[in-house]
């Protein structure tokens, strides 16, 4: 297993075997995560896991 961190307009194109963002997609401009969703789906193994973790407080 390998860790790589960073944003995903800097990871290589893959493909992945699966992904993990965890707490971060509070960082994202509402502008961009459909944009981002798509990038991490593109560069993933077809059936690969996808993890996302996300907290909101009202």
Known sequence: MNFHEGT??????GPYDGATS???SH????AQ????LQQIHRRLKKGA???LVHISFA
């Open 8 to 13: 995903i307009v800097i990871a290589s194109e």
């Open 22 to 24: 965890v707490l971060v």
């Open 27 to 30: 960082f994202i401009s509402y």
């Open 33 to 36: 995560p459909l944009e981002t």
């Open 49 to 51: 896991p996808f993890i």
